[in-house]
């Protein structure tokens, strides 16, 4: 009993030696081509669509927005 009332007077003792500390924002970047990120390789993905009922596949740049080859049977 002895041994929490000390470590709970330590630590209020703790707690209340602590001083606040002020802390300052910095300003905004105005130029935002600094902050902006740019990809280094395209965003490549697959289309899918129905055709006569069969599920064909084809790429997608969506980057450039372009098709890359022809439609597949997936």
């Keep these: 009993m002895k041994k929490m009332?000390?470590?709970l007077i330590f630590?209020?003792?703790f707690m209340l030696s602590m001083n606040p500390i002020t802390?300052?924002?910095t300003e905004e970047l105005d130029n935002q081509a600094e902050n902006t990120n740019q990809p280094y390789a395209d965003d490549i993905g697959w289309r899918?669509?129905?055709i006569d009922g069969?599920?064909?596949k084809r790429q997608y740049n969506y980057t450039k927005e372009q098709w890359i080859g022809k439609w597949v049977l997936a």
């Design 5 to 7: 009332i000390a470590v």
């Design 11 to 13: 630590y209020c003792g």
């Design 23 to 25: 802390v300052y924002a």
């Design 48 to 50: 899918y669509q129905m």
């Design 54 to 56: 069969k599920l064909y």
